[in-house]
């Protein structure tokens, strides 16, 4: 690994189970670098008060903490304006934000949402919510047989009567790069909105909204080096205007009566109550730290990870492989042991040092379209290395051999 990320990732050098620690669950989260600790303590320990609700100068430090880092975002994402830019405390609540305040207000019986079987179930719980309350048809993009999003079921489904589509950049199961800008230009020809969730693909690839002419995306900070409990929902400005809040309080408003509330404008309208101004200073320092690292680099040691993973997988013949022979694919590499159950592989990998993640990965249709109940998951990022895949080998070659099946 190179020395100044181990360095920098001081987690990464300690042991688990008396074994040097792999890191491989990257999907579910990111270690964090030190300048973001960094960055948060100084937040917490030079300037901590409530944003936008004081006039003297430890709130107006907090305030430009905190709008500081709305306009990083904004430059990270090429948002048009940081009012685009509505802070939420992870992916999950943007996605609902979305469903909640534009999609229910939005449809009614007759109308069809479209998204993909590869959906976390973030994208897809809330779709079945709007659907229910409104009579809306929530319909289904599956896959071919490289695990791509059908483009025969593209054509069929995507129609003047669907609303919304909803898809994910990058699969969090099978680790698959969408299409999201010609996805978009099909949406738009129909008239519909397009939902972006970018979990999975704003750590790792350059995201740049304009070009992909995304209504939403959503991203959770913690999967980009940066706190948990900081996420952000990106919205085309003219959208977000013409939505109702999604929660009411303190902070969102312009002016409150006995019997009536007018409503802030953005990007507060969508920012009720105190807000994690230590979270958005991670934030902005994480995306510091990626712009450092360079997407391109980034791309290149997870391509070469995962290039090298699979190769040595298929070595195993006990080994059984899920999306692995398309070419759109970044870091995630999805696997189950034949004849062992995925917890108990990543139980044995755990004894090894050797961090995965197992289970349904909060993709459960998608299990059940690809056959399986749970899966196996390992999961790069720039900070891990050919010695962590072989790390992630061996362990395996150990499993049938605990489980008495070699």
């Not at 990257?26 to 008060?49: D, E, F, L, M, S």
């Not at 509330?261 to 920012?271: I, V």
Request: aromatic share 8%; proline share 4%; glycine share 8%.
């Amino acid at each position: 690994m190179d020395k100044n990320f181990l360095d920098d990732f001081p987690i990464l050098r300690s042991k688990m189970n008396e074994h040097p620690l792999a890191y491989l669950d990257n999907g579910a989260t990111t270690q964090k670098p030190q300048n973001v600790v960094r960055a948060i303590c100084g937040y917490y320990g030079g300037c901590n008060a409530n944003p936008h609700r004081g006039v003297y100068e430890l709130s107006v430090r907090a305030t430009k903490v905190y709008e500081d880092a709305r306009r990083k975002v904004a430059k990270f994402l090429n948002a048009k304006s940081a009012r685009e830019i509505i802070f939420t405390k992870n992916a999950t609540e943007s996605l609902n934000l979305i469903a909640y305040s534009y999609g229910l207000p939005n449809l009614k019986a007759g109308d069809e949402i479209l998204i993909t079987i590869a959906e976390h179930h973030s994208n897809l719980v809330p779709w079945q919510r709007v659907a229910q309350a409104t009579g809306a048809k929530l319909n289904y993009i599956y896959l071919d047989a490289d695990g791509n999003l059908s483009q025969a079921d593209i054509d069929k489904k995507l129609s003047t009567r669907t609303k919304i589509l909803a898809v994910t950049q990058t699969s969090n199961v099978l680790g698959l790069v969408n299409d999201v800008k010609g996805l978009a230009a099909r949406a738009h020809e129909v008239g519909a909105v397009i939902v972006v969730d970018g979990a999975q693909s704003v750590p790792h690839i350059p995201v740049d909204v304009q070009a992909l002419d995304a209504d939403f995306l959503a991203f959770s900070g913690h999967k980009m080096l940066s706190p948990m409990g900081i996420g952000v929902l990106y919205g085309k400005r003219a959208l977000l205007e013409s939505m109702p809040p999604f929660l009411s309080g303190g902070d969102m408003i312009e002016y409150v009566e006995e019997q009536a509330t007018t409503y802030a404008e953005l990007p507060q309208k969508f920012e009720a109550g105190t807000q994690n101004v230590g979270g958005a200073a991670g934030l902005a320092a994480a995306i510091d730290y990626l712009r450092g690292v360079g997407f391109d680099e980034i791309e290149r040691i997870e391509r070469d990870l995962t290039t090298y993973a699979i190769g040595e997988l298929k070595r195993l013949p006990y080994v059984e492989l899920y999306g692995c022979d398309a070419a759109n694919k970044i870091g995630i590499v999805t696997f189950n042991v034949k004849d062992v159950h995925p917890h108990d592989v990543a139980t044995i990998l755990d004894a090894e040092g050797v961090a995965i993640r197992a289970g349904h990965h909060c993709a459960q249709p998608l299990m059940k379209y690809l056959g399986q109940n749970a899966t196996c998951r390992a999961s790069f990022y720039f900070y891990n290395t050919r010695q962590d895949v072989e790390r992630l080998i061996e362990a395996i070659q150990k499993v049938r051999g605990v489980m008495r099946l070699a």
